[in-house]
């Protein structure tokens, strides 16, 4: 893992979500909002795009 861990909120948007992984080079990144709520990937930021 990266570190500081990065993190992503279930509210930010796709296309900020795309940016932010493109920039730190990061594939998959855990949701969190006070607990774990699941991984987002690559794979499924391109899915979403489809």
């Given at each position: 893992?990266?570190?500081p861990c990065i993190v992503v909120n279930p509210d930010l948007g796709v296309e900020y979500v795309a940016?932010?992984?493109?920039n730190t080079g990061i594939?998959?990144?855990p949701v969190i909002?006070?607990?774990l709520l699941?991984?987002?990937s690559?794979?499924?930021l391109l899915?979403?795009?489809m």
């Open positions: 893992m990266t570190k940016r932010l992984f493109a594939r998959r990144a909002k006070d607990k699941g991984i987002v690559v794979t499924d899915r979403k795009a």
